[in-house]
């Protein structure tokens, strides 16, 4: 019984709403507001059931009110946004308005629904476009003054002075005056105030299905300051035609991509974050495309300028540079990782891990070319009187430069650990000794006189135990090698020693047969004789051989004194006894054993550059 | 000996029969008869390998001619035909110092040179074209719809349509004439966003300049001539080699400038291969195709000739068409036209998608290789002077 009153009752108020409403809809609403307050029950009565007939005007009347709301801001002319009030009063017509044809769309199987919601596309259709013109305006007002020249607003940096400059925005965190080294300062780009604004445009545009439209024109806009902030550090992208590395252009490069990774997206993923927020998935992802937009022409000709490093010739002086520019990205790679780290961004991480791999590559390829350079280095030519060769000089000091920087050995070291077959440093420094040993083997084999042969290796050899031994490089190839070489140059010694003294002092040696006075005497003499000739000869031809190294020179001379003058002052000593001679000798003896001392002093004296290059 | 030359390796250098790392390392060359005979055999290998390379290029269908992937095997073929040219250069080192060889090789450099400017324009114009995918995107996400298409929809793919007309149509102007670029910034005050961006676009340092003409830089790469002669005599035959690889340069950097948009885009460019050349009639063919394609009268006016930028063009501008005579409520006929056209803009919007970011990976790598080969050729001629 109850029941059936109610309803009547019902229908009763609802055609006094319809009926009265005719004529003015606002009226229906109140109406209805009223009878809904008088009795809770009549409220969800009332405004409940909303299909079947009284679907289509529900939702006429709704949407009308809604758009009397917003039509008066899509016609004016000044932006919305220049009043708050306007902005939030806007957003909250076109909040409903998504809101009603969300809930409508669900029960979208009549006519009239349908005529009504396509109706409420539409609205919603010039209310996002009139919110993305808000959107850019907004945008590229804070950024455009910094594009168009001059001033600081919007927190960008000038090539001119490093302060950033803040004009009236409230809340920037207001960086001190830096060198330009640190890349430790935070800027935001735009005023909290308008981020909270561009946010709330984003959230509409995103909830109506619009993203795309708004992180088009968030990105174009941010791109093209990015862009122009980095150009205006001196980056000017790749376009050396020259081929050969630039010191400045390395220099700008460096200061760009680090300012790029550690300050500038930095600054624009926050942005991102906070416009488009991480309310749903498609925010999130709204976010990570409009920061990849923004960030990948700057980030992949930023790499792709240390492409054209990677790229150049192996030629081994290029290895310093290269070695610059692998370090600013290995050192940026983590930036890489955490910054790019979303679904979109992921390409452009992999472009700086692909160029790093890429510079890796060509530091172990100039290794390669070094070997080559080394192993093709013409053997027939020689230098006058055994010294150092040029060669020797380049490749280990070379080495030492190359080694004294610390990067090198994470090169080979990061390249160790992917494959084994390639090596670590010490193998590779190890293998390029080698390399530079066989050539100087082969040259060595070019001089006619072995005995000079020896020297030649001796000096060589020398010179690269030197510049191992207290370097970075003598820990790299370690004592056993160092040992090794120091044996090596020894035995050159012993054959030194052996193939140039052998023969003169087999002249000295005594037969102690016993020969009758006068073919003893005689025997003598012509020992004598040759001897003076063979020492003269000597002494003539080694006074022309160099001993660089002074310890080893003394060394030699020491050595060869050591082996000669015994075995002179005894031969004399026999001569002198000899009966016939008395007072001849002089005549026979050119040599004191002082003139010896003094000429194996003379020995060894040339430089590399007064020998006369008798081989 | 371990040789580390060529980087990223060519399949078409063994194509020689003999191994490229075999011949470096024996650098005492064969007797001079050997010699002449092995740089005629060099020389007629790159030229088959050209005429090979360019038969096929040539024999595709019209709708793959200046297609995103036809311009990626473009540029494929000009990578390979210039590590084989590096490679000949690099075996005949002792002719390179003599001249008429230094200079024509020295000269071939030069206008390489040009070519790393027509590289970056090339990057440019990608970069417009995926502005315009973008507003594709949008006009698909419209319109890909599944209830029955309504106002709001339409206006929406309206709007983005416009946009893009307007962007490619920025584009042509600014690319045909010179003059027209130098307009007042205030026509732009009142516009949206886009045209400030348009601006900013093109005043990035990178970029080229604003006087930067590509139909200048194409003339000056078509700045040389068939080898006489004697130059062919003295060079030992060489100068054909550099001839070949001067044309395939030419062609290559026309072909580009003609698809994609660039400054000045002139495509009056001349081949007068002589007939004795056989891989100068796969050049010629190409080209006459391909100015064809340029004198078509729906043609005449796009800002490239790529045949995605024809898609775009096409499906947007019937798109718009479609869309301005559709009349509300819909009739069911009409949205089925636009559902079709849908389809139609996907395929280009797909093929966009994929192709275009290794085709501007190739355009980047053809840069570095063009300044490796020129400084380590440089490099070869200098040492040769020692």
């Given amino acids: 019984m109850a029941e059936n009153g109610e309803e009547k009752l019902i229908a009763v108020a609802r055609h006094i709403a319809r009926s009265l409403g005719h004529t003015d809809n606002a009226i229906t609403d109140d109406i209805l507001q009223i009878f809904s307050n008088f009795d809770g029950r009549f409220k969800e009565k009332l405004t409940g059931n909303l299909s079947g007939n009284d679907g289509g005007p529900a939702l006429d009347q709704a949407l009308k009110t809604i758009d009397r709301r917003v039509s008066r801001y899509l016609t004016v002319d000044e932006p919305i946004w220049s009043s708050s009030a306007d902005a939030s009063l806007f957003l909250a017509g076109v909040d409903e308005l998504i809101a009603l044809i969300r809930e409508w769309s669900a029960m979208a199987d009549e006519v009239a629904v349908t005529s009504c919601l396509d109706r409420a596309e539409d609205l919603l259709q010039r209310c996002m476009f009139r919110l993305e013109e808000e959107f850019k305006m907004l945008i590229v007002e804070s950024a455009g003054n910094t594009v168009g020249g001059g001033g600081g607003a919007g927190g960008h940096l000038d090539s001119d002075s490093d302060e950033v400059e803040h004009d009236g925005f409230d809340e920037v965190d207001v960086p001190v005056a830096h060198p330009v080294t640190d890349y430790n300062i935070r800027i935001d780009a735009l005023s909290s105030g308008m981020i909270e604004d561009l946010h709330e445009i984003a959230k509409r545009m995103l909830a109506a299905g619009y993203g795309k439209e708004c992180s088009l024109a968030y990105s174009t806009c941010r791109r093209d300051f990015i862009n122009e902030s980095l150009s205006r550090l001196g980056f000017l992208g790749s376009q050396n035609s020259s081929g050969e590395d630039n010191d400045i252009e390395i220099e700008k490069w460096i200061k760009a991509i680090n300012m790029a990774v550690r300050v500038f997206y930095p600054s624009e993923q926050r942005l991102c974050d906070r416009i488009f927020g991480y309310s749903s998935a498609t925010a999130a992802a709204a976010g990570d495309l409009s920061f990849m937009d923004t960030c990948r022409v700057s980030t992949m000709e930023l790499l792709n300028f240390a492409n054209g490093i990677a790229m150049g010739s192996r030629s081994p002086e290029r290895l310093f540079k290269i070695l610059d520019v692998y370090e600013a990205v290995k050192d940026l790679l983590p930036e890489f990782e955490v910054l790019f780290s979303g679904h979109y961004c992921s390409l452009l991480k992999n472009e700086a891990i692909a160029v790093w791999k890429k510079l890796d590559e060509s530091i172990r390829g100039i290794f390669v070319e070094l070997e080559n350079l080394i192993s093709r280095d013409p053997v027939k030519t020689t230098v006058p009187g055994g010294g150092l060769h040029p060669i020797t000089r380049y490749v280990m000091n070379y080495l030492r430069a190359a080694c004294s920087r610390p990067t090198l050995e994470q090169v080979f070291d990061d390249n160790a650990n992917r494959s084994s077959s390639s090596s670590s440093l010490s193998v590779q420094i190890s293998w390029i000794m080698e390399v530079l040993e066989r050539n100087l083997e082969s040259k060595s084999r070019a001089y006619r006189d072995p005995a000079l042969s020896s020297v030649f290796l001796m000096n060589n050899g020398r010179y690269i135990v030197k510049k191992v031994k207290d370097d970075e490089l003598g820990v790299l190839v370690g004592d056993d090698w160092i040992r090794k070489q120091t044996s090596k140059v020894r035995q050159h010694h012993a054959n030194y020693q052996r193939n140039s003294w052998h023969k003169i002092l087999n002249s000295l040696k005594l037969d102690n047969s016993n020969l009758s006075s006068n073919v003893a005497s005689k025997s003598l003499k012509d020992k004598l004789k040759l001897f003076n000739t063979q020492f003269d000869e000597i002494c003539r031809t080694q006074s022309a051989w160099v001993i660089f190294d002074d310890q080893l020179r003394e060394e030699l001379k020491i050595s060869v004194a050591g082996t000669l003058l015994p075995a002179y002052r005894n031969f004399l000593g026999r001569f002198h006894n000899l009966q016939d001679i008395g007072r001849y000798a002089d005549k026979y003896v050119k040599f004191a054993i002082e003139d010896i001392e003094a000429r194996i002093d003379d020995l060894f004296q040339a430089t590399a550059m007064a020998g006369t290059g008798r081989k | ?386």
């Fill in chain 2, 1 to 386: 000996m371990r040789t580390d030359y060529h980087g990223s390796s060519s399949p078409n250098i063994t194509n020689f029969g003999r191994s490229i790392l075999s011949m470096k390392r024996d650098p005492v060359v064969h007797s001079i008869d050997h010699e002449t005979h092995y740089q005629d055999s060099e020389i007629e290998a790159l030229q088959r390998q050209v005429t090979r390379r360019f038969h096929e290029l040539s024999s595709v269908e019209s709708h793959e001619l200046l297609s995103v992937s036809w311009i990626s095997k473009l540029l494929d073929v000009f990578l390979c035909c210039q590590e084989e040219f590096k490679a000949i250069i690099f075996n005949n080192k002792s002719v390179l110092s003599k001249q008429p060889m230094e200079k024509l090789i020295s000269d071939y450099f030069e206008r390489s040179v040009k070519g790393l400017d027509v590289c970056n324009a090339i990057r440019d114009g990608l970069e417009q074209i995926r502005q315009w995918q973008k507003q594709l995107e949008i006009v698909l996400c419209a319109l890909d719809y599944q209830k029955p298409l309504g106002e709001g929809q339409i206006r929406r793919a309206k709007k983005a349509l416009t946009d893009l007309e307007i962007g490619m149509l920025d584009e042509k102007e600014s690319n045909t004439n010179l003059a027209h670029r130098n307009r007042s910034f205030g026509r732009y005050q009142k516009d949206s966003q886009r045209h400030n961006s348009l601006k900013h676009f093109r005043s990035l340092s990178w970029s080229v300049s604003r006087s930067w003409s590509a139909s200048k830089q194409l003339q000056a790469i078509g700045n040389f001539f068939p080898p006489k002669t004697n130059e062919i005599l003295a060079t030992n035959g060489l100068a054909v080699a550099v001839y070949t690889m001067s044309c395939v340069f030419l062609f290559v950097m026309w072909a580009l400038v003609a698809a994609i948009p660039c400054q000045d885009r002139g495509l009056q460019c001349h081949f007068n291969i002589p007939k004795s050349f056989i891989w100068g009639a796969p050049i010629h063919s190409l080209h006459e195709r391909i100015m064809d394609e340029a004198k078509k009268r729906e043609r005449r006016n796009t800002c490239g000739l790529l045949k995605e930028i024809h898609g775009i063009e096409k499906s947007a501008s019937f798109m718009i068409e479609l869309t301005d005579s559709i009349q509300f409520p819909i009739r069911e006929e009409k949205e089925e036209e636009v559902r079709k056209q849908v389809e139609e803009m996907k395929i280009v919007y797909e093929g966009l998608k994929t192709g275009l970011d290794p085709l501007e990976k190739q355009v980047r790598e053809a840069f570095h290789r063009i300044v490796k080969s020129r400084t380590e050729g440089l490099d070869l001629i200098a040492r040769g002077n020692e």
